[in-house]
């Protein structure tokens, strides 16, 4: 199967820069992973912070919708919608 971008949008809770605090070492490690792993090519929270964007490279989406299964953000609330979209890479990329 060839690997497709995908893009990873969080919205998230008010407050989110401070309620983050505790679960923030958790998510960072599991991106950490995804990224060694090569499916996780950037993220970070948006400005304000008032979501997230996350970009994967992987084969499908269940392999992104397996990264926020076990995210804390979203185990704990603080993500209150997410979804997975295809993203059709046109300039950029390999």
Request: cysteine-free; hydrophobic content about 50%.
């Amino acid at each position: 199967m060839t690997a497709m971008y995908f893009a990873l949008q969080y919205e998230v809770v008010e407050s989110y820069v401070e309620r983050r605090k505790p679960f923030r070492a958790e998510h960072l490690a599991l991106a950490e992973a995804e990224r060694a792993a090569g499916r996780l090519v950037m993220a970070g929270a948006l400005d304000p912070p008032d979501g997230a964007l996350l970009v994967f490279r992987a084969g499908s989406a269940a392999e992104v919708e397996a990264f926020v299964a076990r995210d804390p953000y979203v185990r704990e609330g603080l993500v209150t919608a997410w979804r997975v979209r295809a993203w059709n890479v046109v300039v950029g990329g390999e």
